[in-house]
């Protein structure tokens, strides 16, 4: 397995589509389905803002960041514009902007982490974020901050085992109808800290 520190020309699809499948339950209320998920946010995948991991010759796991302004994926009005109306759109940018992390000078947030089904287990989501923590480090970061929700244990116990600790957690509830999970807990990994995968 190699572990890219971007997204390589031409796996945009094909990483979209592991994100939006593995990250479907956030994107669901936008798109409906994965692939309309990934169809619609292939074009605005910044390639240096995801790190990407490759079996072969075929991705088998990406892990967004923000950094210097910039995320995984970046529509703008106007992209949504062209394929929903002005309401849809209103609807839609207001929605996706809840799940945006804010900015830290001092803490790189992850915009998610997304491993195909057939390479779970074989060790790509600690190697995605052992990169995702280099390139903090590079960055002069003291902290990676993450949000992981209620009903994805097996990635929260990923964050654990790879150092990250409970930060806060907060109840959606009026949201719960729309994305169907209550709680979001945010996880932070100390970058001077010693922690398995750092």
Known sequence: MNVLSHV?????????RIYAEA???????????????????????????????????????????RLDGHG???PKWRHFRERFSVLGTAIRVAGLALLEKEEDEDVMAMD?????????GAGVGRALLGEILAIARRAGKRAVRLDVIDTNPRAKALYLRCGFVEEGRRRLDLLRPVFGFTTVTTMR?????TAAGA
């Open 189 to 193: 990994h100390h970058l001077n800290d």
């Open 112 to 120: 998610g982490i997304a491993v195909t089904q057939e390479a779970r």
């Open 72 to 74: 995984l994926f970046e």
């Open 23 to 65: 990250l479907i339950q956030k994107l669901r209320p936008f798109f409906g389905t994965a692939d309309a998920a990934a169809e619609f946010l292939a074009p605005h995948l910044q390639r240096d803002r995801g790190v990407s991991a490759v079996i072969g010759d075929r991705i088998v796991g990406i892990a967004g960041y």
């Open 8 to 16: 390589r020309p031409g796996d945009e699809l094909a990483a979209t």
